[in-house]
């Protein structure tokens, strides 16, 4: 800015520092625009996140209200058993001893049903909390694929279907939740019971792999029956998710199992994954982390010293 004098007239001169106002005024402008961009991308943000997560909230509310029905469904088939079978017994409506047995073993198994039921709702529970250290120990995996076999193996029988196992020799301890683990076993076996018996075959392999990871156990539990539908395998480990063939069925379930599986297993820090043809049959596989094998002392000296 700068005053001169002529003719006995003050004259005012401006000057911007970016040069002419013309110049001044086009960047503003430029920065004004650029602001401008930026509000509307953040708007845009907001509403993108907004309708995202207003969607995950419908979805979940479809799932809560799916859960609320077959939990309901569920639950009042063996109520409904158990109360008419209490009622005749009550009523002594029985004739003989047998019809009484009958009667029993109808509300034991109803009751048994019911137990695995909330069972299984309590260990979802218990998997959205931090699972502690303490419980795990090193387990060989032959133990536990034994014991899964031994509670599954008659309910798989009577299905008629053939068992066949194999555990890979010499296999790494895994460091688990034994419990937990067999229980994802059953309810794998569980699933052939019910989805696959039409097969008549399960087979359980337990064998060591090694990739960039490192050392793991991989539990494949593996069946000849209908198999899984592609639209139906993106979901399958989805909580309360059932597909459209399986309720159709009408066999009982709530959605949980696999998804407790799925859980579990990534808790100890390992993966599953699920593997189904055109022609039929379905693979659900366990990668659980192996324990390094200890090399004894005696054997290290011997090493050095040769």
């Known amino acids: 800015m700068a005053l001169s ?10 000057k ?12 503003f402008r430029l920065r004004t625009m650029a602001i401008s961009f930026g509000v509307l991308l953040v708007l845009a943000l907001g509403i993108t996140m907004l309708t995202v997560s207003t969607e995950r909230a419908r979805v979940l509310a479809k799932l809560q209200m799916e859960f609320a029905m077959g939990i309901s469904h569920e639950l009042r088939t063996p ?11 009550a009523n002594g409506m029985m004739v003989n001893a047998q019809h009484t047995q009958k009667y029993g073993r109808l509300i034991g198994d109803e009751a ?13 529970a218990r998997t959205q909390s931090p699972r502690r250290g303490s419980d795990l120990s090193p387990v060989a995996p032959e133990h536990i694929v034994r014991r899964a076999l031994a509670v599954c193996g008659p309910a798989l029988r009577e299905a008629g279907m053939e068992i066949e196992r194999f555990v890979d020799p010499g296999l790494p301890l895994v460091s688990v939740d034994e419990n937990l683990i067999v229980d994802c076993l059953q309810n794998l076996l569980n699933n052939a019971v019910k989805y696959a018996s039409s097969g008549g075959w399960v ?3 337990a064998e060591a792999v090694s990739h960039r990871d490192g050392a793991f156990v991989r539990i494949t539990v593996e069946d000849r029956g209908p198999g899984i539908a592609p639209g139906d395998l993106p979901h399958i480990f989805d909580p309360f998710y059932r597909g459209e063939a399986v309720r159709s069925s009408q066999i009982p379930g709530v959605g949980l ?16 994954e699920v593997k189904s043809s055109e022609n ?7 990668y659980l982390p192996a324990q390094p094998v200890e090399v004894p002392a005696e054997a290290e000296m011997k090493e050095v010293t040769s």
């Open 280 to 286: 039929g049959g379905a693979a659900f596989i366990l």
């Open 16 to 27: 911007h520092r970016a040069g002419s106002l013309d110049t001044a005024f086009a960047t």
């Open 203 to 205: 087979r359980v392999c």
């Open 79 to 89: 109520l409904t058993v158990i109360r008419v079978a209490a009622d005749n017994l």
């Open 112 to 124: 048994h049903r019911l137990t695995d039921m909330v069972e299984q709702i309590l260990t979802f």
């Open 257 to 272: 199992g696999l998804s407790l599986v799925k859980r579990i297993v990534e808790a100890h820090d390992g993966t599953i």
């Open 5 to 14: 004098k002529a003719d006995g007239k003050w004259k005012l001169l401006v």
